[in-house]
């Protein structure tokens, strides 16, 4: 029955994936393509759901993980402070004008920011020679609020424009997504989600307990820092391309877990398949519902994740009880 159900997720994951490249302010008939309709597709609304699918992917699969090595049901990529100092870096090139590399400025600086934040936080995660989720968790949420209060002090005293592209990359922007974006965020996040797959295993004995996972010849201490490395390189680029979305890697993961169940060499390729659907999903509800304005994805995925999470809560679904 399981299997069934994995096919099912899969097979609504890519019919979301193909449907995205058609839909949105003005649908397209695949079957009767005009040069004009071909152009749309080729320079703006495939790249676009390029990115967001490698967005998504990337935060799905490093939600399943990070609940995995912290053993806390509600942890999520942003939890760890990661996607705050990349927008904090972000944000500061956006409001300076500093544009070095060209439009490929701002991702490369989150992408800097968003390293730098996760060798920070891995430092105060580890002590006597391993890296301990505890520690790693409140660093995390202490860096987390530090970064966001000087975001906030740097909107405020920035300029308008400014202010204006750091508030729509805090939300998630996939406006400005294009073809140069795709090889870097895809070259990171497929490392991350290799690393992700490849220790699969080690996170199942992790989820059992330390000792569990010793007995079985797992370095405890090397696959928590491994899978973090993962975490934090997929998070990373994810920030890097598009913005911070929240409640992909919440949200996609305990809805996996219900249909696939808890093993995790299934969990993870299924819940990054469905975070990059759901985003993609959330995207073209964004560029749709008041066209020709475009709404930020990371409002539509808190719009839509924040109520079918607290149902899932209230169901105690989601921490199988």
Wanted: glycine share 12%.
């Amino acid at each position: 029955m399981s299997a069934i159900k994995i096919v099912i997720l899969v097979c609504i994951s890519v019919l979301i994936f193909f449907l995205t490249l058609f839909l949105g302010p003005v649908v397209i008939n695949p079957f009767n393509l005009t040069a004009m309709e071909k152009e749309i597709l080729l320079s703006i609304r495939l790249p676009r759901v390029i990115v967001a699918g490698l967005m998504g992917m990337a935060l799905g699969a490093s939600g399943t993980v990070l609940q995995g090595i912290l053993k806390n049901p509600l942890a999520d990529p942003y939890i760890l402070g990661i996607s705050g100092g990349a927008a904090l870096a972000a944000s500061f090139g956006m409001v300076s004008g500093a544009y070095l590399f060209g439009a490929f400025s701002i991702p490369l600086t989150a992408f800097i920011g968003a390293v730098a934040v996760s060798i920070l936080v891995g430092a105060f995660g580890w002590k006597h020679g391993r890296l301990l989720p505890d520690r790693l968790l409140l660093a995390g949420i202490g860096l987390g609020f530090l970064f966001s209060a000087g975001l906030m002090l740097l909107i405020s005293v920035s300029s308008h424009e400014g202010s204006r592209r750091a508030m729509l990359w805090i939300f998630g922007d996939l406006s400005s997504a294009d073809w140069s974006l795709i090889p870097f965020g895809l070259a990171f996040i497929a490392a991350g989600l290799f690393i992700s797959a490849s220790r699969a295993r080690a996170l199942n004995a992790l989820m059992l307990g330390d000792e569990f996972a010793h007995s079985l010849g797992f370095s405890v201490h090397r696959e928590r820092l491994f899978l973090f490395a993962a975490v934090s390189l997929m998070t990373a680029a994810s920030v890097s391309l598009g913005g911070t979305i929240g409640f992909i890697g919440l949200l996609i993961p305990h809805i996996v877990r219900y249909f696939t169940g808890g093993d995790n060499r299934i969990l993870i390729p299924v819940s990054a398949l469905c975070g990059g659907a759901f985003l993609c999903f959330a995207d073209v509800i964004g560029r749709s519902i008041l066209s020709p304005m475009e709404i930020p994805s990371g409002i539509i995925t808190a719009i839509i994740g924040a109520p079918y999470f607290l149902y899932l809560l209230r169901k105690r679904d989601v921490l199988g009880a």
